[in-house]
C-alpha cells in the first residue's frame, strides 16, 4: 500500500513560508537580533519544497521511516536555513555509510581504516563503528 505524497500548489507554499519568514524575522528583531539575511529568500524554499516528494517517493520505506536527518533537512529547509540543512544531510549521508559498511565486510573495513594495532583490536562490530571518525569512513568507503 503506497500512499501519495500531497504535494502543495505554489500559492500554499509560498503563503505558509512567507507567514512564517514574518514572524521570525519580527520576533529576532524584537530579541535585538540580527534578521537581515539569516533565512534563505522564499522562491529558493520554494523550489527545494515543490522538488522534496519526487525525491523522497525514491527511497524506500523501510529506509524512510528511519530517516531523521531527512525530516530535519526538509524542516531547515522549509524554514530558510539552507546551512542547517547541510548539517543534516551530511549527517544523513553518514548513518547510511555506516549501516553500508555494518552490511559489507566488518573485519577488512576495520583492517582497512584502522592502522594502530591496539585501537584496531577494540574494533568488533557494527556498533564500535560509531568509535570511527567520519573522515575515516569515508576514506574507508
Given at each position: 500500500?503506497?500512499?501519495?505524497?500531497?504535494?502543495?500548489?505554489?500559492?500554499?507554499?509560498?503563503?505558509?513560508?512567507?507567514?512564517?519568514?514574518?514572524g521570525?524575522?519580527?520576533?529576532?528583531?524584537?530579541?535585538?537580533?540580527?534578521?537581515?539575511?539569516?533565512?534563505?529568500?522564499?522562491?529558493?524554499?520554494?523550489?527545494?519544497?515543490?522538488?522534496?516528494?519526487d525525491?523522497?517517493?525514491?527511497?524506500?520505506?523501510?529506509?524512510?521511516?528511519?530517516?531523521?536527518?531527512?525530516?530535519?533537512?526538509?524542516?531547515?529547509?522549509?524554514?530558510?536555513?539552507?546551512?542547517?540543512?547541510?548539517?543534516?544531510?551530511?549527517?544523513?549521508t553518514?548513518?547510511?555509510?555506516?549501516?553500508?559498511?555494518?552490511?559489507?565486510?566488518?573485519?577488512?573495513?576495520?583492517?582497512?581504516?584502522?592502522?594502530?594495532?591496539?585501537?584496531?583490536?577494540?574494533?568488533?562490530?557494527?556498533?564500535?563503528?560509531?568509535?570511527?571518525?567520519?573522515?575515516?569512513?569515508?576514506?574507508g568507503?
Amino acid at each position: 500500500m503506497t500512499k501519495k505524497i500531497k504535494v502543495l500548489s505554489k500559492d500554499e507554499v509560498t503563503t505558509g513560508v512567507d507567514q512564517f519568514t514574518s514572524g521570525l524575522t519580527q520576533y529576532l528583531g524584537e530579541l535585538g537580533l540580527p534578521n537581515d539575511q539569516v533565512l534563505v529568500p522564499v522562491n529558493e524554499r520554494q523550489r527545494v519544497i515543490t522538488n522534496i516528494p519526487d525525491v523522497i517517493e525514491l527511497i524506500d520505506s523501510d529506509r524512510k521511516s528511519t530517516s531523521i536527518y531527512l525530516s530535519k533537512f526538509i524542516a531547515a529547509c522549509g524554514a530558510g536555513l539552507f546551512d542547517a540543512a547541510l548539517n543534516f544531510i551530511w549527517d544523513e549521508t553518514v548513518v547510511n555509510l555506516r549501516n553500508k559498511v555494518a552490511r559489507f565486510d566488518l573485519e577488512y573495513f576495520y583492517d582497512s581504516v584502522v592502522t594502530d594495532t591496539k585501537r584496531r583490536s577494540k574494533l568488533k562490530d557494527a556498533e564500535d563503528l560509531q568509535k570511527i571518525e567520519e573522515w575515516e569512513l569515508i576514506r574507508g568507503c
